[in-house]
Nanobody
Framework: QVQLVESGGGLVQAGGSLRLSCVAS????????MGWYRQAPGKQRELVAS???????NYADSVKGRFTISRDNARNTVYLQMNSLKPEDTAVYYC??????????????WGQGTQVTVSS
């Protein structure tokens, strides 16, 4: 069982910045694939950014050049640096990890979500 604790959400004006953090339990953090998702009211949850255990990254087109995902394996933490925020970035942001299992598969765990609100 992996537990995730997110922090860093809040209210910010358009053009501002926020950094989200997600601390994961477990001793094999370096093997986890990490991702940030978001869900706005009335919309489906969507991938914002992902970071594989090998370092590969993937970003939604809407955040490319503005958001950066990174990880600190020593702190079991994944970050999402969000710059040049827009009102359309308003959503609940969720951290997700994919953890390798003894069966060779991966199991997904989700954080509780943190609210990001960008005012115009």
């Amino acid at each position: 069982q992996v537990q995730l604790v997110e922090s860093g959400g809040g209210l910010v004006q358009a053009g501002g910045s926020l950094r989200l953090s997600c601390v994961a339990s477990g001793s094999s953090f370096r093997l986890y694939n990490m991702g940030w998702y978001r869900q706005a009211p009335g919309k489906q949850r969507e991938l914002v950014a992902s970071l594989g255990s090998g370092g590969s990254t993937n970003y939604a087109d809407s955040v490319k050049g503005r958001f950066t995902i990174s990880r600190d394996n020593a702190r079991n933490t994944v970050y999402l640096q969000m710059n040049s925020l827009k009102p359309e970035d308003t959503a609940v942001y969720y951290c997700k990890v994919d953890v390798p299992t003894a069966l060779g598969t991966r199991r997904a765990y989700w954080g509780q979500g943190t609210q990001v609100t960008v005012s115009s």
